[in-house]
C-alpha cells in the first residue's frame, strides 16, 4: 500500500502518479495505480489523446436530464446539436511512439527527479525535430517533442512503428469524450492474448462455472454493481485482422495473460464474434469473452456551467425526489404537487418564508399557473458562491470547492463560480485531524493543488501483475492530495452521498468536463501531465479546496 512500482530507473517525484498509490475511486478500498507489462510500467494506464477538450459539448449552459422522472428546471433545455465539422488539416509532423512501456517527458534531456509528463504504450507524440540532442542518462540521446519536453530514444520508443503495432494501438486507443471506453464488471475470466479454440476455452474457464451466469459480489464490493446490467453485448465491430489465423496481441506471453477476478472492471474498445461466441478487445491488449462480464450502464447524470442563465445560488436534491410548494395569498406555501427529482437543481432568489414552523425557499421556478415555487429547507442542499478566496488561491486562479458533508463541488475562475455539480466523497465521513484518511476512507480536508492529469488510470489496492481487484483505465483522473484524486466514476451515480474510499467522485460527464477546463492542459499526444511541481514548464495549476 505504499506507492507503486515505477519502472527501472523512472523518477518518483512529489508530482507523480506513482505517489497515488492508494487511490480510493470506489467503494470502500485504497487503492493504487497497477502495474503490468502491456503500457503500466509505472501505474500508469492507457488511454487516447486529445482528451483536454473531451466535454464535447454535452454540458451546455444549462442541465441536461440526469434520467430521473420529475422536475426539469425551466431553461435548461441542454446542449444544442453540435455544428458540423470542418475536415482537420492533416497533419504530417514526425512522430516518435512508444511501445510497450511508458515514455516519459522530461523538461530538460536529462533524466532526473521531475517529468513534465508521459505518452502511453502505442501513443505517439508529434516531434519539434528529428535531430537528436545528446543529454545525460540516455546513450541513445533525446529528441524534442511538441509543445515541449524531451523523450530519451531508447527501447521505449520508435519513430517507425510496425504496421500491425500501429493496427493494435488504434483498435485500443480510447475515443474522445466522457466515456473513452466501454466498461463492465467482471464474473471472473481468462484475460486471453489470442482467440483460443473450444478445447482451450473449456479448459481455461471451467472454474468460472457457466458462461453467461453471475455471481453476487462480496459485501465490500457490493457498490460496484449499481450501474451493471444483466445484458447481452453485441457484437458491433469486425473481427481485427490481427487477430486471424491465431495470431496474438503480444509475442512476449501465452495464451492467458492473468485471471480477471471476480469484481474488478475492464474497459474495451471493440466487440466482435468469433466462432459463435462474442468477444471484447480491452484496452489494455487482452481479449476477453463477452458472456462473463456484465456491461455498465453509461451515467448521463451532469452539472452545470454557471453564468448568464444558471447563476447561484442554488440548491441540489439529494438521497431522494423532493415534494415541491407554492406560494399562496398572505405569504404562505402549500403542496404544489409534482417532485424536484434526485439529484436535479432548482435556481434561488435568495428569499424565503416561514409556514407552519418550517422555512421554505423560494425558487427561481413557476408552476403551470404562474405561481412561484418553493422548497423546504430541509430538503434543500444549498451553494451559494464563496464570498471570498480561500488561502493559498490567487486572483484569477482556477480552484476547485468540494463540501464534504453536503456532497458538492463548484468551480471557479478566480471569484466567478463558472460549473456546479454533485460529488461523492469518501464513505468515512468527514475526515478527523491526525487519523489516517486512507485507513478511515475519508476525503482529506485543506487546500491542495493537482499535482498530475490522467486521460485514464487503472487502480488497484495491489501492486504487481497478479491483483485480487482493479478498476480499469478510470477517466479523467486528477490527482491532488495523492493518493487522492478527483475522477469520474463510472461504476455507480451515487453523486452526493459518500461513497468513495476517498477521492472526489464525479459523473463521467462532468468529469471530462473539469479534466478539459483545469490547468494544466494536458497536451495532445500525451496521456498525462504533471501540475505542481512543473508550473515553470507545464503553466498554473488548478487549487482543490476541501472544506467540511
Known sequence: MDGTSAAPGAPSPAASPQDGPRMAGSGTLAMQAPTTAQGRATGLAQAGPGMQAAHGGQAAAGRVSDGQAGHASKGHEGPAAAPTKEAAPIDDRPRLTSQGYVTWIWPEPARGEKYLGYVRNGGSVALRSTEKVRGTGCPGGYLAVEPRGYVCVDRTVTLAPAPRSVEIAEATRGKEGAFPYRYALSNGAPMYNRLPTRAEQARFETKFGKAGSFRPLPKTLSGHEALAVVEAI????????????????????????????????????????????????????????????????????????????????????????????????????????????????????????????????????????????????????????????????????????????????????????????????????????????????????????????????????????????????????????????????????????????????????????????????????????????ATKENGATTAVVVHR
Open 234 to 533: 453485441p457484437a458491433v465491430d469486425a473481427l481485427p485482422e490481427f487477430l486471424r489465423g491465431g495470431q496474438g496481441l503480444s509475442d512476449r506471453m501465452g495464451l492467458v495473460r492473468q485471471d480477471m477476478p471476480l469484481g474488478s472492471m475492464v474497459s474495451f474498445t471493440r466487440s466482435f464474434e468469433a466462432e459463435g461466441r462474442t468477444w471484447l478487445l480491452s484496452a489494455d491488449n487482452t481479449l476477453m469473452p463477452a458472456d462473463r462480464v456484465r456491461p455498465f450502464r453509461p451515467s448521463t447524470f451532469q452539472g452545470t456551467r454557471l453564468g448568464a442563465e444558471v447563476k447561484l445560488p442554488l440548491a441540489w436534491v439529494r438521497k431522494q425526489a423532493r415534494p415541491r410548494y407554492r406560494g399562496v395569498a398572505g405569504g404562505g406555501v402549500e403542496v404544489a404537487g409534482g417532485e424536484f427529482a434526485l439529484r436535479s437543481f432548482v435556481q434561488l432568489t435568495g428569499e424565503q418564508v416561514e409556514h407552519g414552523g418550517r422555512v421554505f425557499l423560494e425558487t427561481r421556478e413557476r408552476d403551470a399557473g404562474g405561481a412561484t415555487l418553493y422548497m423546504a429547507e430541509e430538503d434543500a442542499t444549498v451553494v451559494e458562491a464563496a464570498k471570498k478566496l480561500p488561502g493559498g488561491v490567487a486572483e484569477g486562479q482556477k480552484w476547485i470547492h468540494v463540501r464534504v458533508t453536503l456532497g458538492t463541488l463548484t468551480a471557479y475562475e478566480g471569484r466567478t463560480p463558472v460549473f456546479a455539480t454533485l460529488m461523492s466523497p469518501g464513505a468515512g465521513g468527514v475526515s478527523v485531524p491526525g487519523r489516517d484518511p486512507v485507513k478511515d476512507s475519508t476525503t482529506p480536508r485543506g487546500t491542495f493543488y493537482v499535482t498530475f492529469k490522467d486521460r485514464a488510470a487503472t487502480m488497484s489496492p495491489e501492486k504487481g501483475e497478479n491483483r485480487s481487484f482493479w478498476i480499469a483505465d478510470v477517466p479523467h483522473t486528477q490527482y491532488f492530495n495523492p493518493p487522492f484524486a478527483l475522477h469520474a466514476a463510472y461504476w455507480h451515480e451515487r453523486f452526493g452521498e459518500p461513497t468513495s474510499a476517498g477521492c472526489v467522485n464525479v459523473s463521467p460527464i462532468d468529469a471530462a468536463y473539469l479534466f478539459g477546463w483545469s490547468d494544466p492542459q494536458v497536451p495532445e499526444g500525451w496521456q498525462g501531465a504533471t501540475g505542481a511541481g
